[in-house]
């Protein structure tokens, strides 16, 4: 049964760069697409970006020039990198598998970040 | 970029219930359009992929229908652990993906 695990500070300040990881188990990262998507308190949900089975990245133009998501196979784990972030970045950051490239079939249980001086 | 527009925002009905869930797109999606389950606390899960398709251990008492602009989620008869946040999700023909608010059903 696959299963992801995210990890990160959860405390960055203004201006600094935020650094997540996805530790996936059960399953190849190089056998599906993987996506991050994050949700700011009480609000909805926003897809980051995704890394595809052959490393190739989409990201959401909103964040586009901030983004930076990355595969490890030899580590079976994703990365993802947002610079100069601001108290709007302040969210519950979620790693996903996608099915058949339409929809986030299994989630982690997702990582709380706090953007604050 | 695609916006998708969910209607009730909150739904109040009782176990047993039909609960009826609308999910407009600002353009067609033709039948790229999923929906999840959220709880407090937890992750999203998904329900239907490709508009109509229930995802593996979904129960058949949900059911999603539509295509173009223009879907909808169907709880036949609501179980008390259906009350919940929904979401509508949809992916551009460039790979861009978007959510809806949410409707939230409760009691």
């Known amino acids: 049964q696959v299963q992801l695990q995210e990890s990160g500070p959860g405390l960055v300040k203004p201006s600094e760069t935020l650094s997540l990881t996805c530790v996936v188990s059960g399953d190849s990262i190089d056998s599906y697409y993987w996506s991050w998507i994050r949700q700011s308190p009480g609000q909805g949900l926003e897809w980051i970006g995704y890394?595809?089975?052959?490393?190739?990245?989409n990201y959401n133009p909103s964040l586009k020039s901030r983004v930076t998501i990355s595969a490890d196979t030899s580590k079976n784990h994703l990365s993802l990198k947002m610079s100069s972030v601001t108290t709007a970045d302040t969210a519950v950051y979620f790693c996903a598998r996608m099915l058949v490239v339409d929809a986030f079939d299994v989630w982690g249980q997702g990582t709380i970040v706090s953007v604050s001086s | 970029e695609t916006v998708l527009t969910q209607s009730p925002a909150t739904l109040s009905l009782s176990p047993g219930d039909r609960a009826t869930l609308s999910c407009r797109a600002s353009?067609?999606?033709?039948?790229?359009l999923a929906w999840y389950q959220q709880k407090p606390g937890q992750a999203p899960r998904l329900l239907i992929y490709d508009a109509s398709n229930r995802a593996p251990g979904i129960p058949a008492r949900f059911s999603g229908s539509g295509s173009g602009t223009d879907f909808t989620l169907t709880i036949s008869s609501l179980e008390p652990e259906d009350f919940a946040v929904y979401y509508c999700?949809?992916?551009?023909?460039?790979?861009?993906?978007?959510f809806g608010p949410g409707t939230r059903v409760d009691f």
């Open positions: 353009e067609s999606v033709n039948t790229y």
């Open positions: 890394v595809s089975n052959s490393g190739t990245t």
């Open positions: 999700h949809q992916r551009s023909r460039r790979l861009i993906f978007t």
